[in-house]
């Protein structure tokens, strides 16, 4: 069960990035309704300048194969006029519950 989470994007590029559940299934091979996509409407703070900034948590379970063609999934699709795209992945393994029961 991946779940993705968004912060630094409108829930529109969610949604839309959304799309392409086809291609990140192939990827990393698991069923397209495993997929949870969770957007965070938060916003980067810096030290007196602005940058655009986009971070995105993968929760599932580890695959360390599959991470650099997600990130460079990720790039393709946000990484944008200068938007700097940090992708951080933690693995729940069994860890994970849904309903009382382990996801993982």
Do not use: C
């Not at 957007?39 to 194969?65: C, F, L």
């Not at 990484?79 to 519950?97: L, P, Q, R, S, W």
């Amino acid at each position: 069960m991946p779940i993705f989470s968004f912060k630094g994007v409108s829930i529109d590029e969610v949604k839309e990035y959304s799309k392409k559940v086809g291609e990140l299934s192939q990827i990393i091979n698991v069923d397209v309704k495993e997929f949870v996509f969770w957007w965070e409407e938060t916003e980067a703070v810096w030290n007196g300048h602005d940058k655009h900034v986009v971070m995105v948590s993968i929760d599932w379970v580890g695959r360390p194969v599959k991470q650099e063609p997600v990130t460079k999934h990720l790039m393709d699709f946000f990484a944008k006029n200068g938007t700097n795209v940090y992708v951080k992945f933690t693995e729940i393994n069994n860890f994970m519950y849904l309903n009382g029961k382990v996801k993982g």
